[in-house]
Nanobody, 124 residues
């Protein structure tokens, strides 16, 4: 069983930057593709970005390309989500996910493990 813990959320102003981090409870974490999703109030959980277990491949939702970067220094380090030029519409609970068979998986049902989420609120 993999437990994921997100950190780094908060209240920021439009145009600010924020960095989220996701750590796992097991060393098996280093074999998992990792991803980030977000869910705004009253909306579905949407794919944001993902990275392969090796850290060599990334994939982004079109809506965040150029503003958000997912990274991991190596297979055993926490996964980060660096967000810049934040917009009001980026406001959501951000969830870390692990275990999809492909890092290009954009369906939430394709990911096996989830964190509890961290709130990001962008004031306009």
């Amino acid at each position: 069983q993999v437990q994921l813990v997100e950190s780094g959320g908060g209240l920021v102003q439009a145009g600010d930057s924020l960095r989220l981090s996701c750590a796992a409870s097991t060393r098996a974490f280093n074999r998992y593709n990792m991803g980030w999703f977000r869910q705004a109030p009253g909306k579905e959980r949407d794919f944001v970005a993902a990275i392969s277990w090796s850290g060599l491949n990334t994939y982004y939702a079109d809506s965040v390309k150029g503003r958000i970067t997912i990274s991991r220094e190596n297979a055993e380090s926490p996964v980060s989500l660096q967000m810049k030029s934040l917009k009001f519409e980026d406001t959501a609970v951000y969830y870390c996910a692990a275990g999809a068979s492909s890092y290009r998986e954009t369906r939430s049902s394709g990911w096996n493990y989830w964190g509890q989420g961290t709130q990001v609120t962008v004031s306009s």
